[in-house]
Nanobody, 126 residues
Framework: VQLVESGGGLVQPGGSLRLSCAAS????????IMWFRQAPGKKREGVSC????????YYADSVKGRFTISRDDAKNTGYLQMNGLKPEDTAVYYC????????????????????WGQGIQVTVSS
């Protein structure tokens, strides 16, 4: 599966962005979807994940209550809605996926994935 992120950019603190992750080459509903981010000089951080059966979601403590992960399998696209953005959310955000056939339909992880997008910049600044 190939993944392409869109929707990043510059936003003021307190603002919102919605990142999209368009999949091709395979049907996204066979995959768990993850979002990761990496700020300059910092390690990659798992932000959120959603199981392939859409029954479970997980969020990093730093984004709980502000970010929402979702998917539209009819559009073969995953999303990360980001509200209440803070300067510390500034990073390159990566969409990732892992096949349910390998890990199970009720699995997802904030620690790794099998397939990755190229990343997209999100900058939160006034």
């Amino acid at each position: 599966v190939q993944l392409v992120e869109s929707g990043g950019g510059l936003v003021q603190p307190g603002g919102s962005l919605r990142l999209s992750c368009a999949a091709s080459g395979s049907t996204l509903d066979y995959y768990a979807i993850m979002w990761f981010r990496q700020a300059p000089g910092k390690k990659r951080e798992g932000v959120s994940c959603l199981t392939s059966d859409s029954t479970r979601t997980y969020y990093a403590d730093s984004v709980k209550g502000r970010f929402t992960i979702s998917r539209d399998d009819a559009k073969n696209t995953g999303y990360l809605q980001m509200n209440g953005l803070k300067p510390e959310d500034t990073a390159v955000y990566y969409c990732a996926a892992a096949p349910a056939l390998k890990y199970g339909s009720t699995w997802c992880s904030l620690f790794g994935a099998d397939y990755w997008g190229q990343g997209i910049q999100v900058t939160v600044s006034s």
